[in-house]
C-alpha cells in the first residue's frame, strides 16, 4: 500500500530564513501523483503543486519550490525567505489507485511551520 | 472564487448522541470526498461519491456513519452513535471530475466534532 512519510514533526525558523519540508514517499505503482497541500489555522487545506512521477523536473513558484527525486523517493518542497504568513501545516500526499477504477489521496502526518517575527 | 461549503463549523456532542455535517460543494464538481482528520494526523478517506452513487466507502465504519448525496450535489455525513473516538475534524472536498490521479481536490474550512 501507499505511504508518505513526513518525519518532521515541527519546524520554527525565524522571517526571511529559508526551510525545507521533507516528504518520502512509497508505491510499487509506476504512475502516480505527488502532492503538497496547506492548512491555515482556518482548517481547509489549499493545494499548493501537483507532480507527475515521470516529471522530475524541479518546479519553482515565487518563494516555493519543489524538489522531486524518485531514486530517492522524495518530494521535498522549500520556502525561501520565509514569511510569518507561511505558518501552517503543510501536507505531502500520494495518488493510489482503487478498486473502483478510482483514486485516492493518502496523506502523510503533516509538518507545522510556525515562523516567527 | 468558488469555495466548499461545510456546516456547522464546530459540534460538541454527548456520546451516544447523533450529529450530522452538511457539505456544498463547488458547483458543477462531480466527485466529492468526506475526510476525517484525526488531530496531529494527515486526513483519510471515509467516503468518495461520484455523483449520487457512492464509489468507495471502504473505511466508513458503516455500523454508525452513514452518508448520503441523494440529487449529487450536496452531501450528509451522519453518525449515529457517536464515540469519544470519533472527535475530529471532519473535512469535504469535491473536484471537477471522477476522481482521477491528477485530479485537485477542493477543501471546506471543516467541522470539528468534540464527542464528550
Known amino acids: 500500500a501507499q505511504k508518505v512519510t513526513q518525519a518532521q514533526t515541527e519546524i520554527s525558523v525565524v522571517e526571511k530564513e529559508d526551510v525545507t519540508l521533507d516528504c518520502v514517499y512509497e508505491?510499487?505503482?509506476?504512475?502516480?501523483?505527488l502532492f503538497w497541500y496547506k492548512q491555515p489555522p482556518s482548517g481547509e487545506l489549499v493545494f499548493l503543486i501537483r507532480?507527475?512521477?515521470?516529471?522530475?523536473q524541479n518546479e519553482i513558484s515565487g518563494r516555493y519550490s519543489w524538489n522531486f527525486q524518485k531514486s530517492t523517493s522524495s518530494f521535498n518542497f522549500t520556502i525561501t525567505a520565509s514569511q510569518v504568513v507561511d505558518s501552517a501545516v503543510y501536507f505531502c500526499?500520494?495518488?493510489?489507485?482503487?478498486?473502483?477504477?478510482?483514486?485516492?489521496?493518502?496523506f502523510g502526518t503533516g509538518t507545522r511551520l510556525l515562523v516567527s517575527p | 472564487e468558488a469555495e466548499v461549503a461545510q456546516s456547522p463549523r464546530y459540534k460538541i456532542t454527548e456520546k451516544s448522541q447523533a450529529v450530522a455535517f452538511w457539505c456544498d460543494p463547488i458547483?458543477?464538481?462531480?466527485?466529492l470526498y468526506w475526510y476525517r482528520q484525526i488531530l496531529g494526523q494527515g486526513p483519510e478517506l471515509l467516503v468518495q461519491?461520484?455523483?449520487?452513487?457512492?464509489?468507495?466507502d471502504s473505511q466508513l465504519p458503516k455500523d454508525r456513519f452513514s452518508a448520503e448525496r441523494l440529487k449529487g450535489v450536496d452531501s450528509t455525513l451522519k453518525i449515529q452513535p457517536a464515540e469519544l473516538g470519533d472527535s475530529a475534524m471532519y473535512l469535504c472536498?469535491?473536484?471537477?471530475?471522477?476522481?482521477?490521479?491528477?485530479?485537485?481536490?477542493?477543501f471546506g474550512s471543516g467541522t470539528q466534532l468534540s464527542v464528550l
Open positions: 472536498a469535491s473536484s471537477v471530475n471522477r476522481g482521477l490521479d491528477d485530479e485537485k481536490l477542493f
Open positions: 508505491t510499487r505503482d509506476t504512475t502516480y501523483y
Open positions: 507532480r507527475n512521477s515521470f516529471d522530475e
Open positions: 500526499a500520494l495518488s493510489e489507485p482503487m478498486n473502483t477504477g478510482f483514486q485516492k489521496l493518502v
Open positions: 458547483s458543477g464538481h462531480a466527485t
Open positions: 461519491f461520484q455523483d449520487e452513487s457512492v464509489v468507495d
